[in-house]
């Protein structure tokens, strides 16, 4: 069965980096865009962009340029998100979220990682 | 960005009921395709989100009929029939014509 399995949370202090992993199983990891989502706490949903499996090419929400970084570990089907010069702001659950490819819609989610960012 | 708008922010419903919530797009959703790519999401207390419904219409796999999507262009409604204690969580509509993908505000639907 489709599985996408998230690394646990993280508790970094401000200017630190993370890097969390989402290992995908059940299914060809190149065949199936990757997107991620962050949801702060108590708060809705939004998109930060996605990774191309096949291509490794990211592309990016504006608000998410920069200090945020969508690679793969294409022989291990991970895709990771890396977030760098962490800022009380970035406080959030980060979800992986396979892309359904030509119907366009998200179809399988991670169960996210929780991000903390506390001096 | 499309601003995407949810109403109402919050319902409380008895099982057995029916409940309607709208989402407007601040732009035509319809691509140059011709296809609709707003889709509907569940998020479940603690859980992540769920598809529910995609391209306005369309049951994700193994979701119940008592879910339904309807509208066009930059109106749109899910309608649960017949509201089980299962459905609380908060609803979320996402469109994905345009760049980038923007979600609505929520709605979180409580049992009564």
């Known amino acids: 069965q489709i599985q996408l399995v998230q690394s646990g949370p993280e508790l970094k202090k401000p200017g630190e980096s993370v890097k969390i992993s989402c290992k995908a199983s059940g299914y060809t990891f190149t065949d199936y865009a990757m997107h991620w989502v962050k949801q702060a706490p108590g708060k809705g949903l939004k998109w930060m962009g996605w990774i191309n499996t096949y291509t490794g090419k990211p592309t990016y929400a504006d608000d998410f340029k920069g200090r945020f970084v969508f690679s793969l570990e294409a022989s291990a089907s991970t895709a990771n998100l890396q977030i760098s010069n962490l800022k009380n702001e970035d406080t959030a659950t980060y979800f992986c979220?396979?892309?359904?490819?030509?119907?366009?819609?998200?179809?399988?989610w991670g169960p996210g990682t929780m991000v903390t960012v506390s001096s | 960005d499309v601003v995407m708008t949810q109403t109402p922010p919050s319902l409380s419903v008895a099982i057995g009921q029916s409940v309607s919530i709208s989402c407007k797009s601040s732009?035509?959703?319809?691509?140059?395709?011709?296809?609709?790519?707003l889709h509907w999401l569940l998020q479940s207390p603690g859980q992540s989100p769920k598809l529910l419904i995609y391209?306005?219409?369309n049951l994700g796999s193994g979701v119940p009929d008592r879910f339904s999507g309807t509208g066009s262009q930059k109106d749109f409604t899910l309608k649960i029939s017949r509201v089980e204690a299962e459905d609380l969580g908060v609803y979320y509509c996402v469109q994905a014509t345009h760049f980038p993908l923007t979600f609505g505000s929520g709605t979180k639907l409580e049992i009564k």
């Open positions: 979220a396979r892309w359904a490819g030509k119907d366009w819609y998200f179809d399988f």
């Open positions: 391209q306005v219409s």
């Open positions: 732009q035509s959703l319809v691509y140059s395709d011709g296809k609709t790519y």
